[in-house]
């Protein structure tokens, strides 16, 4: 009943500019764009790497005096977000590109990517890859950072349990920070000279529970769910109703064929409600929204659920929240039929 009163509150509510933002009969759109129109979304995985040259979406000829490679992936960035209707991202990195966007743009609540590794090119730079408590406590409240992940301990060839992950859980814990948490069986490819202790059966949701049993508030995303690790997920899910899904990358890089089936599984055990969007790779959010709007057996509002509602109940939204965030997709809507 909450729910239903806080979205006729919002219906009456974000109307600015002439657009109104959420409509009695979602039922009656058709095209994608029809869709879209007035509703946020948030993407709650999101990975901030430094800038690269010659990369095809953030042409370095778009550099402006005084811009860095690393400024035009950002600006680049916040533009992908207000063409997608994305009014807030969990976004991971190292500490250095984490608290340059929560910086920026108070729609990036930043975090730490966690173990980093001085192997890889885009966790750079990882000037320690393991970090104490206080560590973390001084990083988090220099950079004002609200999140933690994405994990990436199995590519790091460790279990979850693993001693140096001990202060991450724990200041995650005491600092009711959400946590990411990479638990698929994937990527398929992975490089050796960088990855060469990659373990995929570390990112197995079992190996979460003494975690969770240890620090029972602590709230996680399965990040990838819908691959190799569907049951185990559900199985986590279902003890634990803080820990919540997404199906990133899964949903465009394996067939519809192998994932569609584990997510009505998800449905059908009822844990729908705690799916939420994210993108994962870079330059692919509308690629993704796509997929969500494609799936024929969702209503729409399940599907508008998955895009902004779930997340916002995860996150804890306050209402004046919600409210603004419909208020600002229908500025970035006005913005964009003005060009």
Not at 8 to 36: C, D, H, K, R
Not at 42 to 62: C, F, R, S, W
Not at 200 to 227: C, D, S, T, V, W
């Amino acid at each position: 009943m909450k729910i239903q009163l806080l979205r006729l509150l919002v219906f009456a509510l974000a109307f600015s500019g002439g657009y109104l933002i959420m409509t009695a009969n979602p039922s009656t759109f058709q095209t994608f764009e029809q869709f879209m129109r007035g509703r946020p979304v948030i993407d709650v995985h999101m990975h901030l790497t430094k800038g690269y040259e010659g990369n095809e979406a953030y042409n370095p000829q778009g550099l402006t005096e005084g811009d860095s490679l690393d400024q035009l992936k950002l600006k680049w960035t916040q533009q992908e977000m207000e063409q997608n209707n994305v009014v807030l991202a969990l976004a991971g990195g190292t500490a250095k590109y984490a608290g340059l966007y929560a910086e920026a743009d108070e729609d990036f609540w930043g975090g730490l990517q966690f173990p980093c590794s001085k192997l890889v090119e885009m966790e750079s730079p990882c000037e320690k890859e393991f970090f104490t408590y206080d560590e973390l406590k001084e990083l988090y409240e220099k950079y004002e950072l609200k999140i933690l992940g994405e994990s990436v301990y199995n590519y790091y060839g460790i279990p979850p349990t693993d001693i140096r992950l001990e202060p991450y859980w724990k200041f995650a814990a005491d600092m009711d920070l959400p946590v990411g948490v990479h638990s698929d069986t994937g990527p398929p490819k992975v490089d050796e000279k960088e990855r060469p202790n990659y373990s995929p059966q570390f990112a197995n949701p079992e190996l979460l529970a003494p975690i969770l049993e240890k620090y029972p508030n602590l709230r996680i995303i399965l990040m990838h769910y819908g691959g190799g690790y569907t049951e185990e997920a559900i199985a986590l899910m279902k003890k634990y109703p803080q820990v919540y899904c997404d199906f990133s990358a899964i949903c465009i890089m394996m067939p519809k064929q192998i994932w569609e089936p584990n997510l009505r599984l998800l449905y059908e055990e009822g844990l729908g409600d705690r799916l939420m969007f994210g993108s994962d790779y870079t330059g692919t959010i509308e690629q993704n929204l796509r997929v969500v709007y494609d799936i024929g057996w969702l209503d729409n509002e399940e599907k508008y659920n998955i895009l902004y509602h779930n997340a916002a109940r995860f996150l804890r939204l306050k209402e004046e929240q919600i409210i603004s965030h419909y208020r600002e997709v229908s500025t970035m809507y006005r913005k964009r039929s003005q060009r």
